[in-house]
């Protein structure tokens, strides 16, 4: 299930061209620290308030119905719809954030691969997804943790262990790890916190 966060181009504009005159005053190097915060703060909060992201992308294309669209494809099917129900009452830096289903699931269908070989003519202005791409430290970030997480529980246990052995009882030290390990994790403080409050 995909979720399609719509018309927060205003935001990645404000993040990326904040004086609104098409010429950005960062460099190259700011702009992508100013998207990865972005795209960090997002993904983040999300899969922590509603579940398990899968994929998320944000659209690089210049036309109203595409600009900065962030689109959210949740693990399980049954996240999507209480994560739209409630980003459609939030505001992100001020802007309000407008959800919906997406019929999308496959966004390698629906992405231009004229642009991803460099060779888009439309440009911004192509009808299928560009997408913006966050920086190779951010994406092993995001989605390292989940391949260091699989393959923990794809790790056989120990020669010798059984699950009527006494090594493996509560008071053993595999046994305390795994408890410290499933400790609730620290709330992630963003720089542009989705907000909950209206502002006006």
Known sequence: AVVSTQSTGAVTNAILDPAGLGVSPYSEGQLQENFDTFFEDVFVEVEEEYGEIDEMNVCDNLGDHLMGNVYIKFVKESSAKPCVQALNNRWYNGAPIKAELSP???FREACCRQYEMGECSRAGFCNFMHLK??????????YGRKLNSALIKKTPPPPGASSGDSSSSGSSPERKRSKKSKKKKKK???N??????LYM
């Open 188 to 190: 992630h403080k963003a």
């Open 133 to 142: 791409p966050i920086s190779k430290k951010l994406r092993r970030t995001l």
């Open 192 to 197: 542009h916190k989705l907000s909950g409050r």
């Open 104 to 106: 999308v699931t496959d």
